[in-house]
Nanobody, 125 residues
């Protein structure tokens, strides 16, 4: 059974950092493009960052997080990370990782077939 599990969320002060993890079971993450998405209260889910399949590892970021967030792969650990630095209150939301069999890095949600259950991030002083 293919499963994605996010972790690492929590409460952080503005300007602080968090590292979210997306761990896979039942399949090898490096064979899939991975996306991070978030949903703030009362808002639609939006793309945050994505990374293409291994060998290229092209990355994309939403304009709102460029220069602050970094997506990366840990091949040995079958995990994808989202390093969040200089967080802002508007980064608050439930963060989801998702996997796509398409090799490209894109934040079009419809191509992602597998989704985790989400991890909550709250940025507040």
């Amino acid at each position: 059974q293919l499963q994605l599990v996010e972790s690492g969320g929590g409460l952080v002060q503005p300007g602080g950092s968090l590292r979210l993890s997306c761990a896979a079971s039942g399949f090898t993450l490096e064979d899939y493009a991975i996306g991070w998405f978030r949903q703030a209260p009362g808002k639609e889910r939006e793309g945050v960052s994505c990374i293409s399949t291994s060998g290229e590892d092209a990355t994309r970021y939403a304009d709102s997080v460029k220069g602050r967030f970094t997506i990366s792969r840990d091949y040995a650990g079958n995990t994808v990370y989202l390093q969040m630095n200089s967080v802002k209150p508007e980064d608050t939301g439930v963060y989801y990782c998702a996997a796509s069999t398409m090799p490209i890095a894109t934040m079009h949600q419809e191509i992602y077939a597998y989704w985790g259950q989400g991890t909550q991030v709250a940025v507040s002083s």
